[in-house]
T-cell receptor
Framework: DAGVIQSPRHEVTEMGQEVTLRCKPISGHNSLFWYRQTMMRGLELLIYFNNNVPIDDSGMPEDRFSAKMPNASFSTLKIQPSEPRDSAVYFC???????????FGEGSWLTVV | AQSVSQHNHHVILSEAASLELGCNYSYGGTVNLFWYVQYPGQHLQLLLKYFSGDPLVKGIKGFEAEFIKSKFSFNLRKPSVQWSDTAEYFCAVTSNNAGNMLTFGGGTRLMVKP
């Protein structure tokens, strides 16, 4: 099994630019999560999809953040425009049904300068 | 409010010392409990999980955790730590009362001195 695949692994961008992070969940998994990790705030759940439908996006910081899941094998997290305070590691995770283990990707390390 | 609390933010131990990291949660309903480990510069990896049955669960690398329902706790233990256990440890909970989303505690940074 290939695991959860995220891209890019590292991105450095200038303030104001659009950033798109991508995630391919494990095949057969029907739940997908986007988390953000920072030193100050730890691991924060941004948004949770189930069967491609956003279930809870209360963790999305503000309108600059948006996430989509057009099909069961792909999701994007977009930041437009990016700001330095968005610098963090963004993890995507997936799970097969509720009550099962959630598996994490290797993360996208974002630096906004 | 529903939350997951890890009381120890930083722990420093010498090799061969015993480890216990605390985790308490405030969710009701049916809970599933997890411990994840994050080695420096790496992603989160599952150490162990509790869904049902024996409240003492054993995970990888000699770790174990005990679910005590009456105390809303799921503490992580290891009898003898190694330098390679230096990492950050996260307790996490899902609850059917909270949409089955995985919520993390604040993490505990463990440093094991050789």
């Amino acid at each position: 099994d290939a695991g959860v695949i995220q891209s890019p692994r590292h991105e450095v961008t200038e303030m104001g630019q659009e950033v798109t992070l991508r995630c391919k969940p494990i095949s057969g998994h029907n739940s997908l999560f986007w988390y953000r990790q920072t030193m100050m705030r730890g691991l924060e759940l941004l948004i949770y999809f189930n069967n491609n439908v956003p279930i809870d996006d209360s963790g999305m910081p503000e309108d600059r953040f948006s996430a989509k899941m057009p099909n069961a094998s792909f999701s994007t997290l977009k930041i437009q425009p990016s700001e330095p305070r968005d610098s963090a590691v963004y993890f995507c995770a997936s799970r097969k049904d509720t009550g099962n283990t959630i598996y994490f990707g290797e993360g996208s390390w974002l630096t906004v300068v | 409010a529903q939350s997951v609390s890890q009381h120890n933010h930083h722990v420093i131990l010498s090799e061969a010392a015993s480890l216990e990291l605390g985790c308490n949660y405030s969710y009701g309903g049916t809970v599933n409990l997890f411990w994840y480990v994050q080695y420096p510069g790496q992603h989160l990896q599952l150490l162990l999980k509790y869904f049902s049955g024996d409240p003492l669960v054993k995970g990888i690398k000699g770790f174990e955790a005990e679910f005590i329902k009456s105390k809303f706790s799921f503490n992580l233990r290891k009898p003898s730590v190694q330098w390679s256990d230096t990492a950050e440890y996260f307790c996490a909970v899902t609850s059917n009362n909270a949409g089955n989303m995985l919520t993390f505690g604040g993490g505990t940074r463990l440093m094991v001195k050789p």
